[in-house]
């Protein structure tokens, strides 16, 4: 059979790995970005299904339309003004089955083959495999502790000039990393890229995730050329299982993404939209974010203390401010697949950091996600993980 | 802003408005291709959300596995089995958003720019859309009562050869033209593209709302050379607003299939995967479908007999032997886009032909459901709609 050229550049399949182990798993995973599976409201979705189910089960159980359920519509564009500042109109925001999907939209709409993305090193894997799938040339730009570097995004910008079509930034506790921009940086980043005529995708997948009072603004506030798409999800702070996520685009980029999304799937899930509607019309979600984050912090600081206390001090991590994540880094010349797979053995998993290099060359690092496991298996996972580095390391130093 | 090139293909939003109308609509509907939201089995669908919560709401509420949730997928291949003598293994089966996401994905893996596509003409248009998405140069087969002409393909194969990068053909009750295959075509078709390394992608969405006891046997079941991509959906036998669909493929081109689900949203709804699940293990999808095809038979008939009665006899259509659509020809020279702004004003509403015709080269034609309305509401609508007409044709012979 013959494929089409665009398969050849998805043979990593790292991402889809992570998400095959899922099901059959009986081990601790630090692997996966999920939020706290004990955390879901339950019988608030509960009751929420049967409500819509009885107001409204025949629209519910119908296609949607493509552009996405007006009701959850304005609450996302009620919420996005009331939290960052965000002023869209209901016809600038799309629903999506997940982030991923806009992720996939945008590479539809703004990516001809070969064509140049800029993404941060390291960057999110599922848009790397996303943009991948479209045949983009991808670029990294380098990022330090205070976000994307400026030096590295201008040599990009003026080595790649017209080629350059997309950049894909995610500002706030960077998957990976962990990393937040700071405000500086983020206005230094929108003055560069003010100048260039190029869509800045902005994916704000665990922007509400903060563990701190204040969070920055996104970019998509400082945005004065209408050229940032600004994606959002309920996957990280509510349940990814709904697949309920959104996209907010001017007006006129939006009606491009209209005609996409209606060609990828016609319209998302209409009886998941209106539960996420009637959920937020008569729940707090804010009430749960608060919640939930409470306990990503108290996990997050159980996982910094037990590496801390039980790792080698050549073993390095920067605190993140919220999000899932926290980024370890191994001494130079190590390889976290390598700790991978003794780490399975033992039942321990976690993803290797080479998945998220667009060019997959650098090794010596490690994703640990801190949301997913309960105290006691934080503990005996990374008392365990802890040993096996230890004797990794050591080898090394033979 | 500037766009990636196959922006310029998705100009037609013929099936965008389709979908669009809905939430607005006051009116009678003979448009979209819904099966009868008073169908919908409410209860039971109630039933096996709170019984999914309740019994693995964690699992069902979080991340699924990227090809599907297992034991939607051994029923569909148990099904499968017994339906249409077709054999699947769990490997073979992937659960999709939709058919619309299968087909989408089905241009990914094997579409390049400008390669050539085979469609019916006419043909669904949302597989039109898809396939223009993916740049394809779309190539129209034509169609006679019979199913696919031998000869027109002929033709098409040993004109474009090499270029031939898939077939869509759509066998039982097509969408638009509620016309099926018959076995001797099925057969020779399969004869023929068995000499060639052309994907098939078979959409047999329509396959179980036959009007007769017995339907023929998928293309699929025909398969000597591992090339018919076969897919399936709950849409049309159960409801639509699950977003739940299948797609089968031989295992080495599912390998590629997983990959871009991956890329494209990473996983379907677990919850919607696990509910649908649920229904197929504890109600009859069997009895349910018997019961809707036996309404939906009496709404054919009913329409059949208004247009019998009421239209001009220079009006033609056949009648199908399933599925949703009757398809009504119109005089030569006479166009059905004309007619539809003539309806709306009368709040009708059903697809113009032309947006079915990958050319968009035939006009004097239009696709009418009749799954969807009432008896009482297809009465009035059709009256009406046989006024227009009588309307419209009088015009034309002036």
Redesign the interface.
Same mark, same amino acid.
């Given at each position: 059979?013959?494929?089409?050229?665009?398969?050849d550049c998805?043979a990593d399949?790292s991402?889809?790995n992570a998400?095959?182990i899922?099901?059959t798993a009986d081990m601790i995973s630090f692997s996966?970005g999920?939020p706290s599976?004990?955390t879901?409201p339950?019988e608030a979705?509960?009751d929420s299904?049967?409500k819509v189910?009885?107001e409204s089960?025949?629209?519910?159980?119908?296609?949607?339309?493509?552009?996405g359920y007006?009701r959850l519509r304005e609450i996302i564009g009620t919420r996005l003004e009331e939290k960052f500042g965000l002023k869209y109109s209901i016809d600038e925001i799309i629903i999506t089955?997940?982030s991923?999907?806009g992720l996939?939209m945008s590479g539809? %709409?703004?990516?001809?083959?070969g064509?140049v993305v800029l993404f941060e090193n390291p960057s999110y894997l599922?848009a790397v +495999?996303?943009l991948?799938?479209?045949e983009a040339k991808l670029v990294a730009i380098d990022i330090d502790s205070d976000g994307i570097c400026i030096d590295s995004l201008k040599k990009a910008l003026e080595k790649h000039g017209e080629n350059v079509?997309m950049i894909y930034v995610n500002p706030d506790f960077q998957n990976p990393t962990g990393r937040s921009w700071s405000h500086s940086r983020r206005l230094e980043f929108m003055e560069i890229m003010g100048q260039y005529?190029i869509?800045i995708l902005e994916d704000a997948a665990y922007a509400e995730l903060s563990f701190e009072r204040s969070t920055e603004r996104p970019l998509a506030y400082y945005d004065k050329h209408?050229?940032v798409i600004y994606l959002g999800t309920f996957s990280k702070t509510f349940?990814?299982? %709904?697949?309920v996520a959104w996209l907010c685009a001017p007006k006129?980029?939006m009606e491009?993404y209209?005609?996409?999304k +209606?060609?990828?799937?016609?319209?998302?899930?209409?009886?998941?939209q209106r539960q996420m509607a009637y959920y937020l019309d008569h729940y707090s979600l804010d009430s749960h974010i608060e919640w939930i984050t409470g306990i990503y912090k108290q996990r997050r600081d159980l996982m910094a203390k037990l590496i801390d206390e039980k790792f080698p001090n050549t073993v390095r991590y920067k605190n993140p401010g919220g999000g899932l994540f926290i980024w370890l880094e191994l001494p130079a010349g190590k390889d976290g697949r390598e700790l991978l797979k003794r780490a399975l053995k033992e039942k321990v998993s976690f993803i290797p950091g080479t998945s998220f290099y667009p060019a997959g060359d650098r090794h010596n690092e490690i994703r640990l996600n801190f949301s997913n496991m309960k105290p006691e298996k934080i503990i005996e996972g990374m008392s365990k993980l802890a040993e096996i580095t230890k004797e990794y390391l050591k080898e090394s130093t033979v």
């Amino acid at each position: 059979m013959r494929y089409a050229s665009r398969i050849d550049c998805l043979a990593d399949k790292s991402l889809l790995n992570a998400f095959e182990i899922v099901e059959t798993a009986d081990m601790i995973s630090f692997s996966a970005g999920f939020p706290s599976s004990e955390t879901y409201p339950l019988e608030a979705i509960k009751d929420s299904f049967i409500k819509v189910i009885e107001e409204s089960g025949k629209e519910a159980l119908s296609y949607c339309s493509t552009s996405g359920y007006i009701r959850l519509r304005e609450i996302i564009g009620t919420r996005l003004e009331e939290k960052f500042g965000l002023k869209y109109s209901i016809d600038e925001i799309i629903i999506t089955s997940g982030s991923q999907q806009g992720l996939d939209m945008s590479g539809m %709409l703004f990516v001809n083959k070969g064509d140049v993305v800029l993404f941060e090193n390291p960057s999110y894997l599922g848009a790397v +495999n996303s943009l991948r799938a479209h045949e983009a040339k991808l670029v990294a730009i380098d990022i330090d502790s205070d976000g994307i570097c400026i030096d590295s995004l201008k040599k990009a910008l003026e080595k790649h000039g017209e080629n350059v079509k997309m950049i894909y930034v995610n500002p706030d506790f960077q998957n990976p990393t962990g990393r937040s921009w700071s405000h500086s940086r983020r206005l230094e980043f929108m003055e560069i890229m003010g100048q260039y005529d190029i869509p800045i995708l902005e994916d704000a997948a665990y922007a509400e995730l903060s563990f701190e009072r204040s969070t920055e603004r996104p970019l998509a506030y400082y945005d004065k050329h209408d050229q940032v798409i600004y994606l959002g999800t309920f996957s990280k702070t509510f349940c990814p299982g %709904l697949r309920v996520a959104w996209l907010c685009a001017p007006k006129n980029i939006m009606e491009k993404y209209l005609l996409l999304k +209606n060609a990828a799937d016609l319209s998302s899930s209409a009886i998941a939209q209106r539960q996420m509607a009637y959920y937020l019309d008569h729940y707090s979600l804010d009430s749960h974010i608060e919640w939930i984050t409470g306990i990503y912090k108290q996990r997050r600081d159980l996982m910094a203390k037990l590496i801390d206390e039980k790792f080698p001090n050549t073993v390095r991590y920067k605190n993140p401010g919220g999000g899932l994540f926290i980024w370890l880094e191994l001494p130079a010349g190590k390889d976290g697949r390598e700790l991978l797979k003794r780490a399975l053995k033992e039942k321990v998993s976690f993803i290797p950091g080479t998945s998220f290099y667009p060019a997959g060359d650098r090794h010596n690092e490690i994703r640990l996600n801190f949301s997913n496991m309960k105290p006691e298996k934080i503990i005996e996972g990374m008392s365990k993980l802890a040993e096996i580095t230890k004797e990794y390391l050591k080898e090394s130093t033979v």
